[in-house]
């Protein structure tokens, strides 16, 4: 999944050579960490829808920035993703495990002398994770900013879903156009099947009331209907994420990041 910016400047932090990155860390930088997993996305899309999202975002996002630098880290492409086990192709790490790696890649980064970091998730499973890791770091002073990338544009999926009612869903109408739109030829649209989502509560009640993830239980592993996909619907959310996330780097790159003590404390 290497790919780089279609201008040639170089982005990978990884490519980098060492003056570059000195370079970089005199000017505000922005580094973006896309976080996702590897995991079965029913018949028809490859297993690493959750981690291909984000990193296309943050390679589109740097790119579109050139006043500073915005560096996209190695992605963390394993996540907290248990409940896919059930389905072949699906890799997890630990809870534990998982948010063990973001901190310390998060620390790596910020030990380094970058201190703007997004660490920019495609995985429901990650969420709570992602935000844990970020918490966890805070009382160290380090100050990563945990994001999933869907949140940036809840409005515009709750308008425009014609049948997955503003949810991301898995394999569904958005994972799927998204697909369709970054990587269309690594989808199988031959193979796509509609699976009725299992929810323990009604409808109403399933809106604040929800247990943790369990083995996924839908026959082909598909939350959502992936006929309601298209390349265009996955090219309007695209831009409108983009957008988004390119006016967030703006905004950090002016702004100092929290630290852990700005008004005084009385304890040690």
Same mark, same amino acid.
Request: aromatic share 10%.
């Given at each position: 999944?290497?790919?780089?910016?279609?201008?040639?400047?170089?982005?990978?932090?990884?490519? +980098?050579?060492?003056?570059?990155?000195?370079?970089?860390?005199?000017?505000?930088?922005?580094?973006?960490? !896309?976080?996702?997993?590897?995991?079965?996305?029913? !018949?028809?899309?490859?297993?690493?829808?959750?981690?291909?999202?984000?990193?296309?975002?943050?390679?589109?996002?740097?790119?579109?920035?050139?006043?500073? !630098?915005?560096?996209?880290?190695?992605?963390?492409?394993?996540?907290?993703?248990?409940?896919?086990?059930?389905?072949?192709?699906?890799?997890?790490?630990?809870?534990?495990?998982?948010?063990?790696?973001?901190?310390?890649?998060?620390?790596?980064?910020?030990?380094? /002398?970058?201190?703007?970091?997004?660490?920019?998730?495609?995985? /429901?499973?990650?969420?709570?994770?992602?935000?844990?890791?970020?918490?966890?770091?805070?009382?160290?002073?380090?100050?990563?900013?945990?994001?999933?990338?869907?949140?940036?544009?809840?409005?515009?999926? #709750?308008?425009?879903?014609?049948?997955?009612?503003?949810?991301?869903?898995?394999?569904?109408?958005?994972?799927?156009?998204?697909?369709?739109?970054?990587?269309?030829?690594?989808?199988? +649209?031959?193979?796509?099947?509609?699976?009725?989502?299992?929810?323990?509560?009604?409808?109403?009640?399933? @809106?604040?009331?929800?247990?943790?993830?369990? @083995? @996924?239980?839908?026959?082909? /592993?598909?939350?959502?209907?992936?006929?309601?996909?298209?390349?265009?619907?996955?090219?309007?959310?695209?831009?409108?994420?983009?957008?988004?996330?390119? #006016?967030?780097?703006?905004?950090?790159?002016?702004?100092?990041?929290? @630290?852990?003590?700005?008004?005084?404390?009385?304890?040690?």
């Amino acid at each position: 999944m290497l790919l780089r910016a279609a201008s040639g400047r170089k982005v990978l932090w990884q490519e +980098m050579l060492r003056h570059e990155l000195l370079d970089a860390s005199e000017d505000r930088p922005v580094v973006i960490v !896309p976080v996702g997993s590897v995991e079965q996305h029913g !018949p028809h899309c490859p297993q690493d829808v959750d981690i291909s999202i984000p990193y296309h975002l943050s390679l589109r996002a740097a790119e579109a920035i050139e006043e500073f !630098p915005v560096l996209v880290a190695p992605p963390v492409s394993f996540g907290f993703t248990h409940y896919n086990m059930g389905e072949v192709g699906t890799i997890t790490l630990s809870l534990e495990t998982f948010i063990a790696v973001l901190c310390d890649v998060s620390r790596s980064i910020w030990a380094n /002398g970058f201190e703007r970091i997004i660490l920019l998730n495609g995985h /429901g499973g990650n969420q709570q994770p992602t935000w844990s890791a970020a918490v966890k770091l805070a009382a160290e002073d380090v100050w990563p900013l945990a994001l999933t990338y869907w949140t940036m544009a809840s409005d515009e999926l #709750a308008a425009w879903s014609e049948a997955d009612e503003g949810s991301i869903g898995h394999g569904g109408e958005w994972e799927t156009s998204l697909q369709l739109f970054l990587r269309p030829e690594l989808v199988d +649209m031959s193979r796509a099947v509609k699976d009725e989502w299992r929810l323990k509560f009604g409808a109403e009640v399933g @809106r604040y009331a929800t247990f943790p993830e369990r @083995r @996924r239980e839908m026959r082909h /592993g598909v939350m959502g209907d992936p006929f309601a996909a298209s390349a265009e619907k996955g090219r309007r959310l695209f831009s409108v994420l983009l957008e988004r996330l390119v #006016a967030l780097c703006r905004e950090y790159h002016d702004i100092e990041p929290p @630290r852990y003590r700005e008004f005084g404390s009385h304890c040690p």
